[in-house]
C-alpha cells in the first residue's frame, strides 16, 4: 500500500515537466541541432560540424566580448553580494521607519528595464544630463564626465548601475537569512567574550550559507547573462566595447548567423555552468 | 542589542544616504512628468517641477497604457498560478521522493536556466503558430510560466524540504491523497515559499519585453513594456513630460503592490526561512 | 495578504476541479480546452472563403495613428478583408524571425535584399495602376537590380543633406560649401565668431553614424561611378572600384577629416553620447549651426520651435575627395511589399489600392513629413520655404539614393558601431578603412 503510494506520487512533478518540456525543452533541443550548421535564418541548412565552434575562437570581437562578460560578471556578482550583505546587517535592526527603508531599497529591482535605461541614461548624460545642471547650479561642472564614452569606465558605469538596481534583491535574501538565525546563538557566543567580528564570521556566516548559496548562483547566472543593463544604457558601445556574450548571440542570431549564434549560446551555457558548480561545491551544507 | 549612541546615529545617516541614492532617479522621473510642456528642463531649479497635472491625464489618454496594464495583470496572475501550482507540486514531489527520475526533473530545470533563451525563439515561434497561441494572452503565459518554472522548482523544493516528514505520513494515515496532502497540508504550511516566489518573479513577468515582442503582435494584446516602447518611440525627445509620466503612471501599480505585500513578503522570507 | 492567498486558492481549486483532481492532468487539462477553442475560432474565420484575414506589418512609427484610422475605413467597407496592423520598434529584426518562422505577414513595410535574393516577395511589375502614377525615378528606385522585377512600392520620397541655421550664415556671410576645403573654412568661421555653438551637430546613435558613411564615403561611389554601376559593384563585391580599405580611399578619407574634425573641436564633445534629440534641441535652441539628417527629422524641429520654419536651410553634403562632386540624398522612403507565398494576395493588392489612393496619399504624406511619390498627390509636407529649399538643393547637386546592397551581415548600424570606434579613438583612420573593408568582406 505505501510502496504503491510513493511510486505515483513522484510524479506529481509530471505537469511541471510536460509544461516545460513542450514550450522550453522541445525547442531547445531543436534548437542546438542549428548550432552544427550555417542555417542562416531562411532556406536550406548544411552541416559544419564544429566549424562554428572554431569561427568563434578566432573572432577577436568575440573574444572582447568574453573578456567584457566575464568583467562585468565578476565585479557585479562580487559587489551585488557584499552590497547586499552590507545592507541586510544594516537593516537587521530594530528602527522607526524599517519597512519603508527596505521597500525603497527594493524599489529599483521591480522596474521595468527599459524605464531605468532611459532614467540612468537622462541622469548621467554628460555635458546635458540630470546630474550635470544639478552639478552645475551647485556651482561644480564637469563632475559628471564622458565615462560612457571609453571602455573601462563605461564598463564600471554599468557593474555599478547594475549593483544599485538589484543589490535590494541579494538585500531581501540576506536578510531573510539573518533573521532566521535565532538570537539565542549570537547571544551565547557574545557571553563567550567573541568580538563583533568573530561572531560574524563564526557564527553569522555558516548560518546564512542558504542565503549565500541562492545569491550567489542567481548572481553569476544573472551577470554572466547579462542582456537588459548593458542594451539599455550604451547598446554595447561605443562601438562594440561594452557588448556583452547575450549581445553578441542576439546581433549574430539577426545578423542572418542563426547557426552560429546557437553555437555560441551553447559555449555561453559552458561559460556560466562551471562557475556555477564550483560555487554550489563552495557553498554546500554541511547536514 | 547593545549600540552606542553614535553607532546608532552612523547606521541611521548610512541608511538615509543608501535610500536617497535609490530614489534619485524615481525623484527625477516624478520632476519630469510634472513638468509643464513648455518647460526647458535645465531652466530654473531643476529640482522644483510645475506641478502639471495634466500631463498624467495627456499620458492616459495618448498612451493606451491601460489595455497594457490590464494585459499585463492578466498574464502575471495566470503565470504565477500556473507555476505555483504545476511548480509546487513539483517542488514537492522532488523533496519528498529522491528518485532518478525526479533528479533528473531538477536537473534539466536548474541546467536550462543557464541556457540563453534566444536560441529558442525560431522554434518556439513556429510551434506557438502551430497550436494558434500568437497573439493571445494565454499563449504568453504559457511561455511565460516556462520561464518561472525553474525558479519556482528550486524554491518549494528548498522551503519543503525543511518541513517535517510527519506531516505528511499523518495526513497519509487520514485517508488523503498525495495531491490532498500537499494541496491541504503542505501549500497552507509553505506560504513563505509562494510570497518569495511572487516576490522574486513576479515583477519580471509584468515587465517581459523579449517575448513579449514576438509573441503579441497586435496593439490590443500589448503588455506595459511593449505599450511603453512604441509611445517612446512615437514621441522619443520631443515629448519628455508626457513619457515620464506615461512611465510614472506604469510604475505606480507595481510599487502599489509591494507596499501593500511587503509586510507578507518580508515576514514570509523570513519566517520560512532558508533553512534548507 | 490573506485574501490575496484564498483569490489564488480559489483559482487554483478551480483549475484543480477542471483537472479531475488527478494531478498529472493539470497541465494538459489546463491547456487543451483554450488550445481547442483558439483551434475553433481559427477554423470558424477562415471556412467562408471571401472572409480574409489580412496581416500588415510595420515599423513606421510615424505613421501608426493615420494607418490605424486609415484600415479602419478600409474595414468599415466590409468587403469581406480585415486588415491587422502590426507594429514592431525593431521591425527589421523582428521580421527575420518571421521568415525564419514560417509566419511572414501578408504585407509589410521592412524591405531586405537578402529576402529580394531569396525570391520572398512578390513582384509587383504588372500592378500598372500604381505604377503609371508613380514618379518615374522612384520605379526606377523600386527595382531590383538583378531580376528588374520591382518588388515594393515606395509611397514617398525622402532627403537627405545638412540642415543649417540660415541666419547665423547670413550673418556671418557665408554660404554652404561645395568642397572639403570650404566646409571646414564654413566650420572655422563659425566656431571663431560663436565659441559655444557646435559647427556640426553629430550625434552618436549607430544608424546616424551609418548613414554618414552611406553618404561621404559611398556616396562619391554612388555620384562617381552613377547608381546603376555602383549597385553593381556593391553587390559583386568589386574591390576595384570599392577600394574600402585603400590608404587614399573614399573611406580612409572620410574617417581621417572626421577625426580632424574631432580634434579641431568643429563638432560636438559628446558625439558619441548625445542623441537624435539633443541634436534637435541643440539646433532649435541655436546651440547648432548645422547637421546631417534626414526630412524625417523636420516634424521633430518645427514641434520644438515652430519659429524656426524661416530659418531651416538646406545643403548638399559637399565632396571629400579631389574629384568628387557634391551630392544629395534623394531616396525611396515607405516601400510596400507582399509576401510572395501569402494566401491572400488579391486581399493585399486591394488593400494596397485602397491605401494608394490619392486622399489617402496625401495625409500620409504630410504625415510622414516628406513628398510623395504618386503625380496626383500634392501635399503639405513641409512649410513652404523649407521645400523651395529642399528642391533648391536637389536641382544643385548629384542626387543619390541608400546603399541598399550592402552585404546581409553587414548593416548599416553595424557600420555606424564602427564610427563610434573610431570617434572613440580605438582606430586610426587607416586601420578604420581595414576594418570596415575586413567587416563588409567577412558580411559577404
Redesign the interface.
Given at each position: 500500500m505505501r510502496h504503491k503510494r510513493i511510486s505515483w506520487a513522484q510524479f506529481l512533478s509530471l505537469p511541471a515537466l510536460m509544461l516545460y518540456g513542450m514550450f522550453f525543452v522541445y525547442p531547445l533541443l531543436r534548437g542546438i541541432g542549428m548550432s552544427v550548421t550555417d542555417w542562416d535564418g531562411m532556406g536550406e541548412a548544411t552541416f559544419v560540424g564544429l566549424q562554428n565552434f572554431i569561427d568563434f575562437f578566432h573572432d577577436a570581437r568575440a573574444m572582447h566580448d568574453i573578456k567584457t562578460t566575464l568583467i562585468f560578471a565578476l565585479g557585479s556578482a562580487v559587489l551585488l553580494n557584499v552590497v547586499g550583505l552590507c545592507y541586510a546587517l544594516l537593516m537587521n535592526s530594530d528602527f522607526r521607519g524599517k519597512s519603508i527603508a527596505r521597500v525603497v531599497i527594493y524599489l529599483p529591482a521591480i522596474i521595468s528595464p527599459l524605464i531605468m535605461g532611459y532614467i540612468w541614461f537622462f541622469l548621467l548624460q554628460p555635458g546635458r544630463g540630470f546630474l550635470h545642471y544639478a552639478f552645475a547650479q551647485l556651482g561644480m561642472t564637469d563632475i559628471i564626465g564622458s565615462w560612457m564614452s571609453s571602455y573601462p569606465s563605461a564598463l564600471l558605469v554599468l557593474v555599478l548601475v547594475n549593483v544599485w538596481q538589484f543589490s535590494g534583491m541579494t538585500m531581501i535574501i540576506y536578510l531573510a537569512g539573518l533573521q532566521s538565525i535565532p538570537s539565542e546563538i549570537s547571544e551565547a557566543a557574545l557571553i563567550d567574550g567573541a568580538s563583533n567580528w568573530q561572531r560574524f564570521w563564526r557564527v553569522s556566516v555558516p548560518m546564512l550559507m542558504p542565503a549565500i548559496r541562492i545569491n550567489v548562483v542567481t548572481n553569476i547566472i544573472g551577470s554572466l547573462s547579462v542582456f537588459d543593463v548593458i542594451m539599455s544604457l550604451t547598446e554595447g558601445g561605443p562601438g562594440y566595447a561594452t557588448e556583452s556574450l547575450s549581445i553578441y548571440i542576439m546581433r549574430m542570431c539577426y545578423g542572418s548567423r542563426t547557426g552560429y549564434s546557437t553555437a555560441v549560446a551553447m559555449i555561453l551555457f559552458f561559460i556560466i555552468l562551471i562557475p556555477v558548480l564550483v560555487s554550489m561545491r563552495f557553498t554546500r551544507q554541511k547536514s | 542589542?547593545k549600540?552606542n549612541k553614535w553607532g546608532k546615529a552612523l547606521?541611521?545617516l548610512?541608511?538615509l544616504i543608501?535610500?536617497a541614492?535609490?530614489?534619485?532617479?524615481?525623484y527625477?522621473?516624478l520632476v519630469?512628468s510634472l513638468n509643464a510642456p513648455s518647460r526647458?528642463?535645465?531652466e530654473g531649479?531643476?529640482?522644483m517641477p510645475n506641478f502639471h497635472w495634466q500631463n498624467f491625464i495627456d499620458a492616459w489618454n495618448k498612451s493606451r497604457i491601460g489595455t497594457a496594464m490590464l494585459n499585463s495583470a492578466i498574464i502575471t496572475a495566470g503565470t504565477?498560478?500556473?507555476t505555483?501550482?504545476?511548480?509546487g507540486?513539483?517542488g514537492?514531489?522532488?523533496a519528498?521522493?529522491s528518485?532518478r527520475?525526479?533528479k533528473f526533473?531538477f536537473g534539466?530545470?536548474i541546467?536550462?536556466?543557464?541556457?540563453?533563451g534566444?536560441?529558442?525563439?525560431?522554434?518556439?515561434?513556429?510551434?506557438m503558430?502551430q497550436?494558434?497561441?500568437?497573439d493571445?494572452l494565454?499563449g504568453m503565459i504559457?511561455?511565460c510560466?516556462?520561464l518561472a518554472?525553474p525558479s519556482?522548482?528550486f524554491i518549494y523544493a528548498?522551503f519543503i524540504r525543511a518541513l517535517p516528514r510527519e506531516m505528511d505520513e499523518a495526513a497519509?494515515l487520514d485517508g488523503c491523497s498525495?495531491?490532498a496532502t500537499?494541496?491541504r497540508v503542505i501549500f497552507p504550511m509553505i506560504?513563505p515559499a509562494?510570497?518569495?516566489f511572487v516576490?522574486?518573479n513576479g515583477?519580471g513577468i509584468?515587465?517581459n519585453?523579449a517575448q513579449a515582442?514576438?509573441f503579441l503582435?497586435?496593439?490590443a494584446k500589448q503588455n506595459?513594456?511593449q505599450a511603453?516602447?512604441?509611445f517612446?518611440?512615437?514621441f522619443?525627445?520631443?515629448k519628455w513630460h508626457l513619457?515620464a509620466a506615461t512611465?510614472v503612471i506604469?510604475?505606480i501599480p507595481?510599487?502599489i503592490v509591494?507596499?501593500v505585500?511587503?509586510?507578507?513578503?518580508?515576514k514570509g522570507?523570513?519566517d520560512g526561512?532558508?533553512?534548507? | 495578504m490573506k485574501k490575496w492567498i484564498a483569490m489564488l486558492l480559489l483559482s487554483l481549486m478551480l483549475v484543480s476541479t477542471l483537472a479531475g483532481c488527478t494531478p498529472a492532468a493539470t497541465t494538459p487539462a489546463t491547456e487543451a480546452p483554450a488550445a481547442a477553442e483558439a483551434t475553433e475560432q481559427a477554423a470558424a474565420t477562415e471556412a467562408p472563403a471571401q472572409d480574409v484575414n489580412l496581416s500588415f506589418f510595420t515599423g513606421k512609427v510615424e505613421t501608426i495613428d493615420l494607418l490605424d484610422e486609415i484600415i479602419a475605413a478600409y474595414n468599415a467597407q466590409s468587403n469581406g478583408i480585415t486588415v491587422e496592423q502590426e507594429y514592431q520598434a525593431d521591425a527589421s529584426n523582428i521580421i527575420k524571425i518571421k521568415f525564419a518562422s514560417d509566419a511572414v505577414p501578408d504585407v509589410m513595410t521592412t524591405y531586405e535584399q537578402e529576402f529580394v535574393d531569396q525570391g520572398k516577395y512578390l513582384p509587383l511589375n504588372d500592378m500598372s495602376q500604381w505604377w503609371d502614377r508613380l514618379i518615374p525615378s522612384m520605379k526606377e528606385s523600386c527595382t531590383d537590380l538583378a531580376s528588374g522585377n520591382q518588388y515594393r512600392v515606395c509611397t514617398n520620397m525622402t532627403m537627405a543633406g545638412f540642415f543649417y541655421n540660415k541666419q547665423m550664415f547670413a550673418d556671418l556671410g557665408i554660404t554652404p560649401a561645395t568642397t572639403w576645403e570650404g566646409f571646414v573654412a564654413n566650420l572655422e568661421a563659425i566656431k571663431a565668431a560663436y565659441p559655444d555653438v557646435d559647427p556640426w551637430f553629430i550625434f552618436g546613435e549607430a544608424w546616424h553614424l551609418g548613414h554618414l558613411i552611406e553618404f561621404f564615403p559611398q556616396g562619391y561611389i554612388k555620384a562617381k561611378y552613377g547608381a546603376t554601376a555602383a549597385k553593381q559593384a556593391f553587390l559583386s563585391n568589386d574591390s576595384s572600384i570599392l577600394q574600402w580599405g585603400s590608404p587614399d580611399g573614399a573611406m580612409a578619407t572620410f574617417a581621417k577629416n572626421l577625426v580632424d574634425l574631432q580634434q579641431k573641436g568643429l563638432i560636438n564633445a559628446d558625439v558619441l553620447t548625445a542623441t537624435s534629440d539633443n541634436c534637435i534641441d541643440a539646433f532649435v535652441t541655436g546651440k547648432a549651426a548645422m547637421f546631417s539628417n534626414g526630412m524625417w527629422c523636420l516634424s521633430g524641429i518645427l514641434e520644438k520651435n515652430p519659429d524656426m520654419a524661416d530659418n531651416i536651410g538646406f545643403a548638399p553634403y559637399p565632396a571629400m575627395m579631389a574629384d568628387g562632386v557634391p551630392v544629395v540624398l534623394v531616396a525611396e522612403d515607405s516601400g510596400y511589399s507582399i509576401y510572395v507565398d501569402s494566401p491572400n494576395k488579391d486581399a493585399a493588392v486591394d488593400f494596397l489600392t485602397y491605401l494608394f489612393s490619392a486622399e489617402n496619399m496625401k495625409k500620409y504624406s504630410e504625415a510622414l513629413g516628406s513628398p510623395s511619390a504618386f503625380t496626383d498627390v500634392t501635399a503639405d509636407w513641409a512649410p513652404a520655404s523649407v521645400v523651395s529649399g529642399v528642391s533648391d538643393a536637389v536641382k544643385s547637386a548629384t542626387n543619390i539614393g541608400f546603399t541598399n546592397e550592402k552585404p546581409a551581415g553587414f548593416s548599416g548600424d553595424d557600420a555606424g558601431r564602427l564610427v563610434q570606434d573610431l570617434l572613440a579613438g580605438t582606430y586610426t583612420p587607416e586601420e578604420f578603412a581595414l576594418a570596415y573593408e575586413a567587416a563588409w568582406n567577412a558580411g559577404f
Open positions: - | 542589542m549600540e547606521r541611521v548610512m541608511i543608501i535610500c541614492a535609490c530614489l534619485i532617479p524615481f527625477v522621473l519630469l526647458v528642463f535645465y531649479n531643476i529640482f504565477l498560478i500556473v505555483i501550482v504545476t511548480g507540486l513539483a514537492y514531489a522532488i519528498r521522493h528518485t527520475y525526479n526533473v534539466l530545470l541546467g536550462c536556466m543557464m541556457i540563453p534566444i536560441i529558442n525563439t525560431v522554434p518556439l515561434y513556429i510551434l503558430r497550436i494558434n497561441a500568437i493571445t494565454w504559457c511561455v510560466s516556462t518554472m519556482a522548482v528548498t497519509a498525495p495531491f500537499f494541496w506560504k509562494t510570497a518569495s516576490i522574486l515583477f509584468w515587465n519585453y515582442v514576438f503582435q497586435s496593439r506595459i513594456p511603453l516602447s512604441v517612446f518611440q512615437q522619443a525627445g520631443a513619457m512611465a506604469a510604475i507595481v510599487v509591494f507596499l505585500f511587503q509586510k507578507q513578503f518580508i522570507l523570513s526561512a532558508l533553512k534548507g | -
